[in-house]
């Protein structure tokens, strides 16, 4: 059984700094790629960041290029996503998500955690 934690959320100013950060559980889980998704209400749900780890290609949302950083251990089975420079647009419930393997998407998914950004 393979689970996904998030950690760090809450509530801050815009022009803020958040980090979030997942583990992945599972004695033998290893996972292709790992990545942050964000869903607000009324919306659709986004990427935000994801790393591959072979090859370390990372990509990221449009919205968040320049003030998002995503990175991890891979062997920990751990990504963090460090959140600058913070707008009330950002708030959404953050999910964590892992690939086992390459071509089917994300296939682990966490619980989410809320960002609220005030203005």
């Known amino acids: 059984q393979v689970q996904l934690v998030e950690s760090g959320g809450g509530l801050v100013q815009a022009g803020g700094s958040l980090r979030l950060s997942c583990a992945a559980s599972?004695?033998?889980?290893?996972?292709?790629?790992m990545g942050w998704f964000r869903q607000a209400p009324g919306k659709e749900r986004e990427l935000v960041a994801g790393i591959y780890w072979g090859n370390r290609n990372i990509d990221y949302g449009d919205s968040v290029k320049g003030r998002f950083t995503i990175s991890g251990d891979n062997a920990k089975n751990t990504v963090y996503l460090q959140m600058n420079s913070l707008k009330p647009e950002d708030t959404a419930v953050y999910y964590c998500?892992?690939?086992?393997?390459?071509?089917?998407?994300?296939?682990?998914w966490g619980q989410g955690t809320q960002v609220t950004v005030s203005s």
């Open positions: 599972g004695r033998t889980f290893r996972s292709f790629a």
């Open positions: 998500a892992a690939a086992s393997r390459p071509g089917i998407g994300y296939d682990y």
